[in-house]
């Protein structure tokens, strides 16, 4: 079984932070669209008639596709792929764009799964990302989407901006509770090159991210998880049973997964691919027949750490004996050999033949695969 990424690379403005490939101009959209379609039928071997079981609209902001749009995507799909009759299919979308009449539109796709981007119900700091939303449009549109039937539903939260106290964070995490969402993605600020964040942190206009406190808010998040007895199944994502993200899980597993749209990556266990990151190159390119499409088959040792850097950030942890299968014996021996200082420091647990970061792991899980890495 497969996942397929659709990238809709439009957004309403820029968030600060943001490193994404978007535009915030829409007079490519219809083209892109008829392109992305045309894409769908072009790129239909590279899963080799296995069966769709998760599709996933990202971006950009895929909420501003309408209903109609998004049908057509749909006909498409059903027309050149065989889907799982359980699918999982995923809209990110944006507070200000799920209106009422917005909604109504989505009920008649077969969108079952919402990933809401709130980042913060606090006015402040969402004016601080320059995100398109208010603090009442972030608790409405979750109200929308539930009173329209729908109970899978994950919402993002940042934490670690400048603007962000401790307590702010504790109330965002209760806000959460109090919607009663069975999903919640939670990352730490990072700040990107490009990003207008990185030049307001670089002439000194804004503050850079507090290190120090963004950990105090991890460890937070982490304790608050516990209590509401959510699983913590990788670094930055946490689900009441039954709710983990099946897309994004297989992108941990290491499934394969074809991606469409400017900018969207594939990848097939012994190759990644991505399509280039130009909306009016993307859309020419597919017009010619030739989609314009950049590849790296990954050697053994780029097999190795990409299993490595994914699988440690899941609650499935990494696998001697799927290491011992998979590699060759001077990389196991090269896991047994650098991993050991982390178990016997506490950051890395083992059960049987499965290593996971442990709690006070979690907080360097960058640190770690990357020491873990094995390098020419």
Request: net charge negative.
């Amino acid at each position: 079984m497969a996942g397929i990424y659709i990238h809709i690379p439009f957004c309403k403005q820029q968030c600060n932070y943001c490193d994404f490939h978007f535009s915030t101009s829409l007079k490519n959209k219809n083209g892109l669209l008829q392109a992305l379609l045309q894409e769908i039928e072009i790129r239909k071997s590279f899963t080799k008639g296995a069966k769709i079981k998760t599709i996933y609209f990202g971006g950009g902001t895929p909420s501003l596709l309408s209903g109609d749009e998004l049908s057509l995507i749909f006909e498409q799909i059903n027309k050149h792929f065989e889907l799982d009759p359980d699918a999982e299919i995923t809209l990110e979308a944006n507070p200000d764009d799920l209106n009422i009449q917005k909604i109504k539109e989505l009920k008649n796709t077969p969108i079952n799964r919402f990933s809401i981007g709130i980042q913060s119900f606090f006015d402040q700091d969402l004016q601080f990302m320059n995100r398109a939303h208010n603090s009442q449009e972030a608790q409405r549109s979750i109200k929308g989407i539930q009173d329209a039937g729908w109970n899978n539903i994950t919402i993002d939260l940042i934490y670690g901006t400048p603007t962000l106290s401790n307590e702010m964070w504790q109330e965002n995490l209760q806000k959460f509770k109090q919607w009663n969402i069975p999903h919640l993605s939670a990352y730490g600020l990072t700040v990107e090159e490009k990003t207008p964040l990185f030049h307001a942190i670089k002439k000194g206009t804004t503050a850079n991210v507090d290190q120090e406190k963004a950990k105090q808010q991890f460890e937070m998040l982490m304790q608050f998880a516990k209590q509401e007895e959510l699983e913590h199944y990788e670094i930055s994502n946490f689900a009441k049973k039954g709710f983990m993200a099946k897309h994004n899980s297989s992108y941990w597993k290491g499934d394969s997964y074809l991606g469409l749209g400017p900018s969207a990556h594939s990848f097939d266990h012994n190759k990644r691919q991505w399509n280039v990151a130009n909306n009016s190159r993307y859309i020419k390119a597919i017009n010619q027949g030739v989609p314009s499409i950049e590849e790296e088959i990954l050697s053994e040792k780029e097999q190795f750490n990409e299993y490595i850097m994914v699988s440690l950030r899941t609650i499935w942890g990494a696998n001697l004996d799927l290491i011992e299968l998979r590699f060759s014996a001077f990389l196991v021996d090269y896991f047994n050999f650098s991993v050991t200082k982390w178990t016997k420091s506490g950051e890395i647990e083992q059960n049987g033949n499965v290593f996971k970061l442990t709690q006070k792991g979690k907080i360097l899980a960058d640190r770690i695969t990357s020491d873990l890495f094995y390098v020419d």
